[in-house]
């Protein structure tokens, strides 16, 4: 299981948007942050660092060319922002990648970090160093992770992984809470990793730790303090027709703990009859996941200890489980998995409301990856996205700003918008169907929790989308 290294020589990429808007973000420590950007100028950005322990601005600026499309484009870590840029011509290949940092000592100049194309990091808790995911020279095109001194401002270690096979790419994973270690995963063409590497930082020791002998799947959650890793055999679908197989089998799915660095033998948790559990660390021993023998958005934590596990109401749900339906039609169950391996936590009605003796309402996935699906709503399983048997149209997507952003495949427009409140008083943004020679979808969006969705329906009265949105809202929030 175990290799051992020390190999000495150091990104992602794309997802959020804009609008004239202030966002808020999810609060670090006593900080927050809110955004206001310009729809005629991508990239710029009103930006207020708040002091919530002592109720007063920190700092408040003005920044332009940040790369709000790159999906983790910002982190705050005690009161200092890290922020994305993207600078040059994107068309061509003289663009680049900035990491910035602003806080109130820096002032509204901020200070320059880093810069690299394809440049993705994470900040150490305690702001020692920075960890950065880029293109290696002398081609750019395998990527290495390095370190930041925060200290001195100088990149202190790369690391190139040429030792590991060329097909795995290194991915930034997660900081131990003391900033003493961090974490990279190497993934192939998929969502499961193949390897992880633990980085001592007092020493720069990098230890590697192959999964290929573990029942792992897409569905894992590593705890990166004491190296204890949760995972299940879940098979991993790329289409809906066997997906809906196996939801049918109802053969066992069986979830893991395993200790990377203590090896031993897989510890059994829990055990399915073909559901997914979602596993998440709440502490160093405690675990929570989809309760099996629950209903389908049931959670339970479980003590990996003492063996002890009790429910979680929706109140007590640890914050990464936002949303998750709670009845599924059938011709949904089918896309499921697709819809769960976007990241975005699904919401669906339990059912979809459409005239007797037509075919019930079946998803076409239009548009899915890391943080974003895009789905056509159709009368039956064959209709695959025409226009002749058009029902409606489904977005989800990661949005750090609280209103819309739409797509590109689905605009959203605030300024003809009408905003409505929907089921546990969300905030709604309604656009009417344009009717000429053929009716477009009268749209709903909203923004929950760090997500952004969307549903609409061909031609539709507001009443009736609006009825929809709740439907959704209320099968999905618990």
Request: proline share 5%.
């Amino acid at each position: 299981m175990k290799l051992t290294r020390i190999f000495i020589i150091t990104t992602l990429l794309l997802v959020a948007a804009t609008a004239r808007v202030v966002a808020q973000a999810e609060p670090a420590a006593e900080f927050s942050v809110a955004f206001n950007s310009y729809p005629d100028t991508p990239g710029k950005l009103d930006i207020q660092i708040y002091n919530r322990s002592r109720g007063e601005e920190s700092l408040f600026f003005t920044t332009e060319n940040v790369n709000v499309e790159h999906y983790h484009h910002y982190e705050l870590v005690n009161g200092s922002l890290y922020l994305l840029k993207r600078t040059g011509d994107t068309n061509g290949d003289t663009w680049m990648d900035e990491l910035w940092r602003y806080n109130a000592n820096l002032g509204a100049a901020g200070e320059l970090l880093f810069s690299s194309q394809g440049l993705d990091f994470r900040v150490a808790p305690n702001e020692s160093f920075v960890a950065l995911r880029y293109p290696l020279p002398p081609d750019n095109f395998y990527q290495g992770v390095g370190f930041l001194d925060m200290a001195g401002g100088e990149l202190v270690q790369e690391f190139a992984f040429e030792h590991i096979d060329e097909m795995l790419a290194p991915d930034l994973d997660s900081w131990a809470d003391d900033s003493s270690a961090f974490w990279v995963s190497f993934k192939a063409m998929g969502p499961t990793p193949a390897i992880f590497s633990h980085i001592d930082i007092a020493t720069w020791k990098a230890s590697d730790y192959d999964l290929a002998g573990l029942n792992l799947s897409h569905e894992y959650a590593l705890n990166p303090n004491t190296s204890q890793l949760l995972y299940s055999d879940h098979p991993t679908f790329f289409d809906a027709m066997s997906a809906q197989e196996f939801l049918e089998s109802g053969d066992a799915v069986t979830l893991y703990r395993y200790d990377l660095m203590n090896g031993g033998a897989e510890e059994i948790l829990a055990v399915s009859a073909a559901r997914s559990f979602e596993p998440r660390w709440i502490d160093a021993l405690t675990v929570e996941f989809y309760d099996p023998q629950g209903f389908r958005n049931d959670r339970v934590r479980y003590d990996v200890d003492s063996g002890y596990s009790e429910s979680v109401t929706g109140a007590e749900m640890s914050a990464e489980v936002v949303a998750f339906p709670q009845e599924i039609t059938a011709e949904f169950e089918m896309a499921m998995q697709a819809l769960t391996l976007s990241m975005v936590p699904p919401m669906l009605p339990a059912e979809f409301p459409a005239e007797a003796g037509l075919p019930p309402i079946a998803p076409y996935i239009s548009s899915t990856g890391n943080g974003f699906y895009e789905l056509s709503l159709d009368y039956g399983t064959d209709c695959m996205g025409a226009g002749a048997c058009h029902y409606g149209s489904m977005l989800a997507q990661t949005n750090s700003f609280k209103i819309p952003v739409g797509s590109e495949n689905m605009p959203f427009n605030q300024w003809i918008s009408q905003q409505v409140i929907l089921a546990k008083n969300i905030q709604g943004y309604f656009i009417e169907s344009n009717c000429e020679a053929n009716c477009s979808d009268a749209q709903i969006f909203w923004v929950y929790k760090g997500y952004e969705y969307m549903v609409g329906v061909k031609g539709a009265a507001q009443e009736a989308v609006i009825a929809l949105a709740n439907a959704m809202i209320e099968n999905s929030i618990p």
